[in-house]
């Protein structure tokens, strides 16, 4: 039997039993902050000592020895692991890096990460484990996605979804795009389409089988049934 090419989709919800909070509990306020203020070239323009206060913030948490991935992160892993790398993707919306902590190889950070920094002039990506401060050095920015700003390895994300035999979206909310959009290409390449999550998401109909409850639980459970 051919190996599916599986696709999976994650977003906040998989890290928020390691620790790290969602977006959008919160009533649209992130750790007390705008979105507007810390997740936009705008913002970071305004204030970018502000905006690296708060990336500085998340980098520490990130990177608390409390913060471990999760039974959800592990059970990717090791569906990587028995199914082989070029047959499963994980496109994580998240910038923090418990799927590489849990072992997970083939990963694509279409918003960016957390612990890298990128040089506005050179356009150079550097590994950063501790707070940038602004005045030192005011070429670094969070290599970060921000609002209005282009996902990163989109082209790679399209190929992956157009080939994909399963889609499997974990821990998002379905309101960002184009994340939210990929289950609508799955679709069209009739791939199977499954979401995981604490509750329905925004793109819930569009999903051919939906299981709800705590990712730690319900992916674990999942993951199972494919191996
Ligand atoms: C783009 C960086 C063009 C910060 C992020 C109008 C004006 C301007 C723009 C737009 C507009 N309308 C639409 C847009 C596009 C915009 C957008 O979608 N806006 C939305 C808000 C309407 N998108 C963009 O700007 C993107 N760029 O479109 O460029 C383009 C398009 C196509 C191709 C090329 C170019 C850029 C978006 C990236 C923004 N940056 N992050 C940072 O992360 O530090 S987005 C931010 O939201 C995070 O990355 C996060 O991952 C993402 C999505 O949120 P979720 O992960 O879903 O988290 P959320 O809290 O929402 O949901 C958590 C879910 O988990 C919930 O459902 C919950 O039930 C569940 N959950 C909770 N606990 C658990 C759980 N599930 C399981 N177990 C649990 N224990």
């Not at 190889?105 to 550097?126: C, D, P, S």
């Amino acid at each position: 039997m051919a190996i599916p090419k599986i696709v999976i989709l994650t977003g906040a919800g998989i890290s928020a039993e390691s620790g790290l909070s969602t977006f959008r509990a919160q009533n649209g306020l992130w750790e007390g902050y705008d979105v507007n203020d810390v997740a936009t070239y705008e913002g970071y323009s305004r204030d970018p000592i502000g905006v690296h206060k708060f990336y500085n913030m998340l980098r520490n948490k990130l990177q608390d020895p409390k913060v471990r991935p999760n039974a959800a992160h592990y059970a990717l892993a090791e569906l990587e692991q028995k199914l082989g790398s070029d047959n499963v993707l994980i496109v994580t919306q998240n910038v923090d890096n418990l799927h590489e902590q849990a072992g997970s190889k083939n990963i694509i950070h279409m918003h960016g990460e957390l612990l890298k920094v990128r040089n506005e002039q050179t356009g150079q990506i550097i590994d950063c484990y501790n707070d940038i401060d602004y005045n030192q050095n005011r070429l670094l920015r969070p290599h970060i996605v921000w609002f209005g700003e282009v996902p990163l390895q989109m082209d790679e994300i399209y190929d992956a979804l157009e080939q994909a035999d399963l889609f499997i979206s974990i821990g998002t909310s379905g309101n960002v795009y184009p994340a939210a959009g990929f289950v609508k290409i799955a679709n069209q390449v009739s791939a199977k389409t499954v979401e995981l999550n604490l509750e329905p998401s925004l793109g819930q109909s569009l999903f051919q089988t939906k299981i709800y409850g705590p990712a730690s639980k319900i992916v674990p459970e999942f993951i199972t049934t494919l191996i």
